[in-house]
Nanobody
């Protein structure tokens, strides 16, 4: 089970850190990812991190602004978001997969989502 938190309302240019707490003993063996879905748009890949944390993937739109990290001792993955703009407004979901990928279809477990709203 995945529980995302940390969303909220922030001004453009601001920062937020999302957290995703996972239950279960297999967390450290799973790839973790963040996806987002804006109103009227399809869910899109944001970032992913390998089970060890040594490899990361980012969508072009967030590269250099967002940082994904994980703490396997706490069963938690984070998404640090800097320089936010209105296009980052969306519901953000954390997800888990057994394969290191940005492919939405490969993620088997999903959290409930947390809303991020960026005001201009």
């Amino acid at each position: 089970q995945l529980q995302a938190s940390g969303g909220g309302l922030v001004q453009a240019g601001g920062s937020l850190r999302l957290s995703c707490a996972a239950s279960g003993r297999t967390f450290s063996s799973l790839v973790m990812g963040w996806f987002r879905q804006a109103p009227g748009k399809e869910r899109e890949f944001v970032a992913a991190i390998s089970w060890s944390g040594t490899s990361t993937l980012y969508a072009t739109s967030v590269k250099g602004r967002f940082t994904i990290s994980r703490d396997n001792a706490k069963n938690t993955v984070y998404l640090r978001m800097n320089s936010l703009n209105s296009e980052d407004t969306a519901v953000y979901y954390c997800a888990a997969a057994s394969k290191y990928t940005s492919d939405y279809d490969k993620y088997n477990y999903w959290g409930q989502g947390t809303q991020v709203t960026v005001s201009s």
